[in-house]
C-alpha cells in the first residue's frame, strides 16, 4: 500500500534541514569547503603575560571572521595547589643558577605569570576558567580566503598572540566554533584565565555615541540613538573642538545629512551661514524664512574690498591688530586665487594698486575701527577701482596685469565686484544661504574667487558675535583647491582653527577628497580634514577610500563596511569614539529640507 505524501504546505524534516544546511562539507587538512565557499578553522595557541581591553575585537571585527569562546570553570582550590607547586618548582630551577640564558628568561616569565595568576585568584578572589578560543575565517573562494587569514594572524601576531589552523581537526574545529555549545576534547588545551581577562576580550564592548544632549544624527547598528552634542560635549570624549566634516562620493548622502544636521542645529538656536554651490538650500532657506542670497553676479554683489564693521579682534596677549592691514592680506589673497599665475613683479606691482585704491577714497591704512565703522558700502574702493589703477600707470608689468584684471574691472565680471556692496543686512539673520551656483558655467578661477570672497563674507558674520552659537557650512569646499593659488585654502585651514575662539563650528563637505591630499596641498588639506573632532564618512570607494584609510587609520572592517554601504550610511568618528549610523529624518523634517512636499 503506498504512503500517503504529506501536504505541499507542510515541509518534510529533511526539506527543512536543506534550507539552513549547505550543500556539501569537504573537510581538508588545513581548511573545509562548504558548498562551494571556502572556511578555515583557526585557534589561539599562545598568549602574551597581559592583554589590553577588547583584546579580541580587532581579529574578531575583520571582515569574513567570526569567533567562538569556550570556558569552562576550575575548582580555585585545586588551581592554587597546582600553581604553588610549580611556582615552588620553578623558583627552585631558577635558585641552581646554571640555566642556560634564554631558558632563564622563558622560567622568570612563567614564574611572573604564575603568581600573577595566583594573586588574582587569592587576593582578588576572581573566578578561574580553562579557555579556548576559535576564529573561523569565510570567503567565497580561496584566494579571498587566505588573504583573509593573513591578514588575521598578522593582526594577533601584532598583539602577542600565535594563531594556527586546525590540521586535520577541521571538521572538530567547526564543531566548536558553531553555536552548538560543543568543545570537542581533541580541542581542549590548558590555557587558564581569571574572568577578568575572559571580560576584557569580550569584542563588542565599545557602545554607540551618546553625550546625553545635543541633536540625534541616526541610530547604530544596536539600534541605539546617535546623539551628538558639538557644543558641549562629554569632558571624557576627547573632543577638542566643534567642527564637522562629511566626505562622500557623490550619491552617498552628504547634501542630505549636512541639511539635516543644519536644520537640527538651527532649531535648537544655533546661527546657521552656508555657501551654496549647487542650489542645494534653497528650500531648506526658505522653510525657516532664512536670508537667501544669490551672489553669482548680476542680483547681490559682495565687494571683496570693503572691511567688515567688527569689534576689535584681540591677540592671545589681549593687543587689538589693526583690522583693515589684515582686511588687506584677505584682498590680495582674493586677487592671486582669480589670477593664479601672477609673477611675483606682478603680484608686488597689485599690493600697491589695493593700498593705492583705499587711498584715492580717503581711507588710511592705519584707520582706527571707529572711523573704518561710520563708513557705507559707497565710501569703499572696489575691484573696478584698483583695474583703474593698473591701466592708468606705464610700463609693460602694469599693462599686462591690468590687461588680466580687465573682466574683472570693466567686463563681464564688472557685476561681481566692480562697485560697492548690495547685500542686505545680515548680521541678526539667523539661517543666512549665499548662492554660487549661476556660476558653475564660468572659469575655475572665477568660481574660486568667489567662494573664497563669500566665505571671507560669512567668517565676518561668525567674528561679529563671541556669545553666539555659529555653524559655518562650506559645501564642495574641494572648489577652493589650487596648487598655483593655495591662499584659499590657507585661509579655510586658518579659520578652522581660529573659529573655536567666536563660539563657531566649521563645517566642510567635500566629495574629493583625494583632492585635499594632493602633494601640493597636502599640508593644508589634510588638516582641515582631520582637524575636525567630529568627521562623518559616508560610502566610499577607490583612491577616496584609500587616502582616507591612511588619514583616519580605518580597520579593515571599516572599509570593507564603507565599501559597500547603502545611501545614508557612515562611520561616524567623534573624538574618540566610533559608531556605524544611519541616518534618520522624520516626515516634518523631509518637508522642510526639500521643500513643503518632501523630496
Sequence with gaps: MAKAKPPASVPTANALANLFAPEALDFRPKDLLAGAEWRAVYAIQAFPPTVDDGWLSKAANLPGVTFALHAIPQDAYELVQALNRRIGAVQGQLALGKTPALTLQRLQRELDDAQALLRQIDAEQQAVFQVGVYLVVAAPDAETGQRRAKRLVGQLAAQGMRVRPLVYLQEAGLRASGPFGLWPAPLRGDHLWPVATIAAGWPFGAGGINHGSGIVLGHDTDGGIVLINRWN????????????????????????????????????????????????????????????????????????????????????????????????????????????????????????????????????????????????????????????????????????????????????????????????????????????????????????????????????????????????????????????????????????????????????????????????????????????????????GGKDLQALTELFQLSDAEQDRLANARVGEGLLIAGNQRAWVTIDTAPHEAAYLYGRGGG
Design 233 to 540: 560635549p562629554p569632558p571624557d570624549a576627547g573632543i577638542t573642538n566643534k567642527n564637522f566634516a562629511i566626505l562622500s562620493p557623490p550619491g552617498g548622502g552628504k547634501s542630505h545629512a549636512t541639511k539635516l544636521m543644519m536644520l537640527r542645529e538651527w532649531a535648537m538656536g544655533a546661527k546657521v551661514f552656508v555657501i551654496d554651490p549647487e542650489r542645494e538650500y534653497r528650500p531648506l532657506c526658505r522653510a525657516v524664512s532664512g536670508t537667501w542670497i544669490n551672489a553669482a553676479g548680476g542680483h547681490t554683489r559682495i565687494n571683496p574690498l570693503q572691511a567688515p564693521d567688527l569689534p576689535p579682534d584681540l591677540d592671545d596677549e589681549g593687543a587689538a591688530g589693526s583690522g583693515l592691514h589684515t582686511h588687506i592680506q584677505r584682498v590680495l589673497d582674493f586677487f592671486r586665487t582669480y589670477a593664479p599665475d601672477l609673477t611675483p613683479m606682478q603680484r608686488a606691482l597689485l599690493e600697491q594698486a589695493v593700498e593705492a585704491a583705499y587711498r584715492a577714497r580717503g581711507i588710511a591704512l592705519d584707520a582706527p575701527p571707529e572711523a573704518l565703522a561710520r563708513l557705507g558700502p559707497e565710501a569703499w574702493p572696489h575691484v573696478g577701482d584698483v583695474y583703474a589703477y593698473c591701466r592708468g600707470q606705464s610700463g609693460t608689468e602694469w599693462e599686462t596685469l591690468a590687461a588680466l584684471l580687465r573682466t574683472a574691472g570693466e567686463g563681464v565680471l564688472a557685476d561681481l565686484w566692480a562697485g560697492p556692496s548690495t547685500v542686505p543686512p545680515t548680521r541678526d539673520a539667523n539661517f543666512v544661504v549665499i548662492d554660487i551656483h549661476d556660476l558653475q558655467d564660468a572659469p575655475d578661477q572665477v568660481r574660486r574667487a568667489q567662494y573664497l570672497n563669500v566665505l571671507g563674507y560669512l567668517w565676518d558674520l561668525v567674528r561679529a558675535d563671541r556669545s553666539e552659537r555659529k555653524l559655518l557650512v562650506v559645501d564642495e569646499a574641494w572648489m577652493l583647491i589650487d596648487p598655483r593659488a593655495p591662499e584659499a585654502l590657507k585661509f579655510m585651514k586658518s579659520l578652522s582653527k581660529r573659529i573655536r575662539k567666536y563660539g563657531g563650528s566649521f563645517m566642510v563637505a567635500t566629495q574629493n577628497v583625494v583632492d585635499f591630499l594632493a602633494p601640493a596641498v597636502r599640508g593644508d588639506g589634510e588638516q582641515v580634514l582631520s582637524n575636525a573632532a567630529f568627521t562623518l564618512l559616508l560610502r566610499q
